[in-house]
Structures are given as C-alpha cells and as structure tokens.
C-alpha cells in the first residue's frame, strides 16, 4: 500500500534551520519526479522544491538559495534542508510526487504532513 509519511517539522525563529524528512512506502516513488508541497493556512498547496530521479532539482523563486532538496531512491526518502527561514515559510509541508499522484476515488494522495512554523 502506497504510503507518505512527513516528519520532522517545528517551531523554529526567524533564521532557523529545519531538515524535513519523508518515507514513501511503495514502489511507484521511485521512479517519478517527486516534491515538496507546502499549505499555508487559508491557502492551496504549493510546490516548494521537486527533483528528477536523475537528480535535477527545482525551486520555488520564494525559496531558492535557502531550500535543498534530495532524496534517495533506493531507501525511497526524501529530504528538505531548509535554512534561513522566514514567517512566510509557515505551512504544512507535504511530500508527494509530480505531478501529485492521484488514488481513485479519493483524488490526490496526501500523507500527514508535518507543521513547519516560524516565529519569534
């Protein structure tokens, strides 16, 4: 059975560092693009940052030169350093492919996400 799991998320200041941790159980991870996606409260999901299974990876303009993503295919993880951080990164933060993958009939497969808030 397909599966997302997010972790590592927190509180942190302005400034802070988090390193976000996904486990994707099920073999159709391993062969996709996948990406981090984040929700702000009020607002729809967002893609922060992708990578290829070659490794090419993207980024959000609002994000690039604090964000680092990577991953590693073979343990089907994925991972998000995130540093710099500022209040606007505020949001559940969300692993999943990309496109995002579709389970019918439920639609779009979202795991549990992890809260990334940032505060003084």
């Known amino acids: 059975q397909v599966q997302l799991v997010e972790s590592g998320g927190g509180l942190v200041q302005p400034g802070g560092s988090l390193r976000l941790s996904c486990a994707a159980s099920?073999?159709?991870?391993?062969?996709?693009?996948m990406g981090w996606y984040r929700q702000a409260l009020g607002k729809q999901h967002e893609l922060v940052a992708d990578?290829?299974?070659?490794?090419?990876?993207n980024y959000s303009d609002s994000v690039k030169g604090r964000f680092t993503i990577s991953r590693d295919i073979a343990k089907n993880t994925l991972s998000l350093q995130m540093n710099s951080l500022k209040p606007e990164d505020t949001a559940v933060h969300y692993c999943?492919?990309?496109?995002?993958?579709?389970?019918?009939?439920?639609?779009?497969?979202w795991g549990q996400g992890t809260q990334v808030t940032v505060s003084s």
């Open positions: 099920g073999s159709i991870f391993s062969n996709r693009p």
């Open positions: 999943n492919t990309r496109p995002p993958l579709v389970v019918i009939p439920r639609g779009i497969y």
């Open positions: 990578i290829t299974t070659g490794g090419r990876t």
